[in-house]
Antibody, heavy 125, light 106 residues
Framework: EVQLLESGGGLVQPGGSLRLSCGAS????????MSWVRQAPGKRLERVSG????????YNADSVRGRFTISRDNSKNTLYLQMNSLRPEDTAVYYC??????????????????WGQGTLVTVSS | EIVLTQSPATLSLSPGERATLSCRTS??????LAWYQQKPGQAPRLLIY???NRATGIPARFSGSGSGTDFTLTISSLEPEDFAVYYC????????FGQGTRLEIK
């Protein structure tokens, strides 16, 4: 079955860290770019990080640059998001999502044709 | 950053009626626009890509049109399961989303 399964969310204090994982199955993981997209209450979807299929190119939105790191282990079919220096405004449901292409090129990226069920990250004291 | 603006914010219709949702981009994205459906407690699901192509398994009552900066998602005859939130997304320059249109039962 083609699916993505996130884990690692939870409650963390401001300034703390979390690592999200996303296990993929049912497709050739290394062929596709992946992204982390978050949805905060009452706000639009925001793509916070992306990574090419071979892991050689990454993207981080301004809102998380320098704090979040996206990575992947193609031998384990797993995507990660290391989140450091967390802030209350990082509170959201985080989705991993599969791109329909292997990479972004010249700024032109991809659609997200498979999503995980989401994992809730709450940053609060 | 390309900003996407969806209208209306909320659309109240009855089953069987036709729904028309709009997405406008702050600069041209050619046809690099997608539509997603999100139901409560679920992840978004890709409906339409490249402005007018239905994704795998999407019923024919869903159609998309437009190019440049103005796009439309049309649901020809609403089924009960179509009441949800709909988002547009562009891929012309990175990835950004609209703020969503909530389609509710009248």
């Amino acid at each position: 079955e083609v699916q993505l399964l996130e884990s690692g969310g939870g409650l963390v204090q401001p300034g703390g860290s979390l690592r999200l994982s996303c296990g993929a199955s049912g497709f050739t993981f290394s062929n596709y770019a992946m992204s982390w997209v978050r949805q905060a209450p009452g706000k639009r979807l925001e793509r916070v990080s992306g990574i090419s299929g071979d892991g050689g190119a990454t993207y981080n939105a301004d809102s998380v640059r320098g704090r979040f790191t996206i990575s992947r282990d193609n031998s384990k079919n797993t995507l990660y998001l290391q989140m450091n220096s967390l802030r209350p405004e990082d509170t959201a449901v985080y989705y991993c999502a599969k791109g329909d292409l292997g990479y972004c090129s010249g700024g032109r990226c991809y659609y997200l044709d498979l999503w995980g069920q989401g994992t809730l990250v709450t940053v609060s004291s | 950053e390309i900003v996407l603006t969806q209208s209306p914010a909320t659309l109240s219709l009855s089953p069987g009626e036709r729904a028309t949702l709009s997405c406008r981009t702050s600069q041209s994205v050619s046809s690099y626009l997608a539509w997603y459906q999100q139901k409560p407690g679920q992840a978004p699901r890709l409906l339409i890509y490249d402005a007018s192509n239905r994704a795998t398994g999407i019923p024919a009552r869903f159609s998309g049109s437009g190019s440049g900066t103005d796009f439309t998602l049309t649901i020809s005859s609403l089924e009960p399961e179509d009441f949800a939130v709909y988002y547009c997304q562009q891929r012309s320059n990175l990835i950004t989303f609209g703020q969503g249109t909530r389609l509710e039962i009248k």
